[in-house]
């Protein structure tokens, strides 16, 4: 679960990290009033709360909001009010967003800090060696996982442990990496171990703080933070689990989420059922090897009824890119002739205007078979999944 | 001969009142699996579905020789359950639970540094040795008893495998699912090396995927070995796109982007014999002409 960046500042500035006064607001008054709260003299910074990198190089959709990105400095008061209402309740285009882009439906307004220099730094879990990672790079508001494959050598990687502080030769080697002389070493230290600590109870799997200032007083201040946090952890941290933006998802991955299913959208033409990501994987490369790609697939996990079967039909047809229906259900203790009653209840209720194929692994297989040969409807049964994808392929083929 | 588990392993099973752990725990006895105690944190209970049982493992091995845990508990007590079995020195856990958390992975893996056991999983369908031992969730009717080791970090893919090798005729020494999360007790190497040493197995089917690093591991791992046997290879998420695996961004940045190309590659180069279609792995068992 990723977190906006107000949430995540105020998660840090509990933890002990020192970040730059600041507060929300949704209308352009109330920016003004919070603003002159925060202090009298400026400057400020306006910033678009939606969750996505690169925030200061995007730019709005409309035309209304002029042609800065999502990060604006303000010096006068009376400028906040024209700026605000600029950013607020208009699209956002990032690189990380895609071209529909995020409604700003608040800034977070803050005090300009004034810092001698910046850095990246980051913590994640490297799970080849089981390890928490500490990445630091001098080089700032950049995209990180790009910077990792495009220049190796520009990231300093440190594995720290959970249950220690960080160690007065790692420090030092940060400091180094950092050109940063002694003189810094016992904050730098104070400061990595506040975002470690941060990192352990939180259920973390990153941290971000990209960029890093440091202050004349030789202060590290937050200047931006994201957190992502472990999905599989939040019922031990009810208080984060209601920080959760639901604008910030697709309508159908939120409606899939409510059954406990997995959607994910790409840009083909084919809508995928499955019980399991394996299966998502092996059909996306299947279809592939055939010409044909996917629009969306859906994993409906586990155990399969036809309520759940149903449920999963309706939000692929209502995916528009879909002009074919693979479902690939497999399982030893799947009940196949309920999924078939799950394709007829669906079917039924909204119809069947494309190809459909199934394949189905269980018990009560030739049952299912047969359900589905006797409503008549234009749904093939494969052995499978290379016989359906096949047979889809041909279908789509024809139809084309 | 087989794997981590044979007829004659006395299994525990851990969490054995829950609905799954009552239900698979019968369909595992069933099969012959010689499950000899369960633990439970109900009171007052002696036995279930005719196994004796105790408050902790602790206590179940002060009763019973026990080599190996089916563990049923939910996902957040999967870190104190690891604990007691560790302390046990039971050999082996398969750890069947769906949605533990990643830091609770973390510790459990410095446990397992270093102690005598040995985890499969966690969401794993787990560990089936045909006609023998069925420690987890495999559907028992589709197995069959034969000279295939077979590896998987795909749950629902470890079927798809099974089946190719029910098509040759051939059928499965041991069938093993490593687990589909981002850490995971045991490697593919701790199950090569066994694969390699087991007199029975002629050949393994190994399944992987787009995220994580374990193929690599694998790799370098049979590169170095002396005696190899056979070993085909599907690694599925060749058209997954890369913004949809982000998720794994920690690996990405440290250890620098390794596509599904890079993966099949690597497999290669080491000898493997990796296909493109999961249906093809039945053609090249087929042309290895193995007498089971």
């Not at chain 1, 394996?278 to 059909?283: I, Q």
């Amino acid at each position: 679960m990723n977190i906006h960046e107000y949430q995540a500042k105020k998660i840090l500035a509990q933890n002990g990290i020192s970040v730059p006064n600041g507060k929300i607001a949704y209308t352009p008054s109330e920016a003004k009033r919070v603003a002159l709260e925060l202090t009298s003299r400026g400057p400020w910074v306006l910033k678009a709360q939606i969750q996505s990198g690169a925030r200061e190089n995007g730019h709005f959709i409309s035309h209304e909001a002029g042609h800065k990105g999502g990060i604006r400095l303000v010096t006068q008061i009376s400028n906040i009010t024209y700026e605000a209402n600029q950013m607020l309740n208009n699209v956002l285009v990032t690189e990380q967003t895609g071209p529909k882009g995020k409604l700003v439906s608040k800034i977070y307004i803050e005090t300009f800090a004034k810092t001698l220099r910046t850095f990246y730094a980051g913590i994640v879990i490297d799970s080849a060696i089981s390890s928490i990672t500490l990445l630091i790079s001098k080089e700032v508001n950049k995209d990180i996982i790009n910077l990792s494959t495009s220049d190796y050598t520009k990231i300093l990687r440190v594995n720290l442990f959970p249950q220690e502080n960080i160690s007065a030769i790692q420090t030092e080697r940060v400091a180094d990496f950092l050109d940063l002389d002694k003189t810094y070493h016992a904050p730098l230290a104070e400061f990595l171990n506040k975002m470690l600590s941060t990192f352990i109870n939180l259920d973390a799997k990153m941290i971000e703080i990209n960029p890093v200032g440091v202050t004349k007083e030789k202060e590290f201040i937050a200047l931006d933070a994201k957190i992502s946090i472990d999905d599989n952890a939040l019922y031990r941290h009810k208080d984060i689990a209601r920080l959760k933006d639901d604008y910030e998802e697709d309508e159908k991955v939120l409606k899939a989420k409510k059954y406990d299913f997995q959607y994910n959208e790409f840009d083909g033409n084919v809508g995928c059922i499955v019980n399991g990501d394996g299966l998502a994987l092996e059909a996306m490369d299947m279809l592939k090897n055939y010409g044909y790609s996917t629009a969306c697939t859906l994993n409906v996990k586990g155990g399969v009824d036809k309520d759940k079967i149903a449920t999963g039909i309706k939000i692929i047809m209502t995916n528009p890119r879909v002009e074919g229906i693979l479902i690939n259900i497999l399982g030893g203790f799947l009940r196949c002739n309920l999924v078939a009653d799950g394709i007829l209840a669906a079917t039924q209720e909204i119809g069947l205007t494309m190809p459909m194929i199934v394949r189905l692994e269980g018990t009560n297989k030739n049952e299912a078979k047969n359900i589905l040969k006797d409503s008549g409807l234009a749904i093939t049964f494969a052995e499978s999944t290379e016989e359906a994808i096949k047979t889809l392929a041909a279908k789509l083929e024809a139809n084309n | 001969m087989s794997i981590l588990a044979n007829k004659n392993t006395r299994v525990l099973v851990q969490g054995i009142t829950g609905t799954q752990a009552s239900f698979h725990s019968k369909k595992s006895l069933d099969y012959g699996t010689k499950i000899v105690a369960g633990t439970t944190l109900h009171k007052n209970l002696d036995k279930h579905i005719g196994i004796p049982v105790y408050s902790s493992v602790a206590d179940a091995v002060k009763e019973h020789e026990i080599d190996a845990s089916i563990m049923f508990v939910p996902a957040p007590m999967v870190k104190n359950a690891m604990k007691e079995a560790i302390e046990a020195e039971l050999k082996l856990v398969v750890t069947i639970a769906n949605g533990v958390p990643v830091h609770d992975m973390l510790e459990i893996k410095s446990m397992l540094k270093g102690s005598k056991t040995m985890m499969i999983g966690p969401n794993t369908p787990g560990l089936i040795t045909p006609e023998e031992a069925r420690l987890g969730i495999f559907p028992e009717n589709i197995h069959q008893k034969g000279c295939i080791g077979v590896i998987s970090r795909s749950s629902t893919l470890t079927y798809e495998a099974v089946l190719e090798t029910n098509r040759t005729g051939l059928g499965q020494s041991t069938v093993i699912g490593l687990g589909d999360d981002m850490i995971v007790g045991t490697d593919y190497r701790g199950i090569i090396k066994r694969f390699m040493e087991d007199t029975e197995t002629k050949a393994l089917v190994l399944i992987g995927k787009t995220d994580s690093l374990y193929e690599q591991t694998a790799a370098e791992y049979y590169s170095g070995l002396k005696n190899k046997k056979p070993i085909i290879a599907f690694i599925a998420g060749e058209a997954m796109p890369f913004s949809h695996i982000m998720g794994y961004a920690g690996d990405i940045i440290t250890r620098g982007r390794i596509t599904v190309q890079d993966k099949k590659k690597m497999l290669q180069n080491v000898g493997m014999t990796v296909v493109d279609n999961i249906t093809q792995i039945h053609e090249v068992l087929n042309e290895l002409d193995l007498v089971p």
